[in-house]
Nanobody
Framework: VQLQASGGGLVQAGGSLRLSCAAS????????MAWFRQAPGKERERVAS????????SYADSVKGRFTISRDNGKNTVYLQMNSVKPEDTAVYYC????????RGQGTQVTVSS
């Protein structure tokens, strides 16, 4: 599976962003997928995950209630809706199979200004 994240940018605290992750490959629809993020000097964090059919989701405590993960298997795309963003959400965001964070594609930078 090849993955390409997009939709990042500069946003003010309290604002919103929607990230997309386009996947290619015949087995994409069989994978649970996740969004991860990594900020300079910090450990990688799994932000959210979603089951292969979208029926189950989970979130890190740091984003629960603010972020929503979804997927459209017809479009081979996973989304991350980010609301009420905070400066501590600043990081490179990328998607990967939920159990294989190193099988990532290119990430997208999210910068939240205070």
């Amino acid at each position: 599976v090849q993955l390409q994240a997009s939709g990042g940018g500069l946003v003010q605290a309290g604002g919103s962003l929607r990230l997309s992750c386009a996947a290619s490959g015949p087995t994409y629809n069989t994978f649970a997928m996740a969004w991860f993020r990594q900020a300079p000097g910090k450990e990688r964090e799994r932000v959210a995950s979603i089951s292969y059919n979208g029926g189950s989701t989970s979130y890190a405590d740091s984003v629960k209630g603010r972020f929503t993960i979804s997927r459209d298997n017809g479009k081979n795309t996973v989304y991350l809706q980010m609301n009420s963003v905070k400066p501590e959400d600043t990081a490179v965001y990328y998607c990967a199979p939920a159990g294989k964070p190193d099988s990532r594609g290119q990430g997208t930078q999210v910068t939240v200004s205070s």
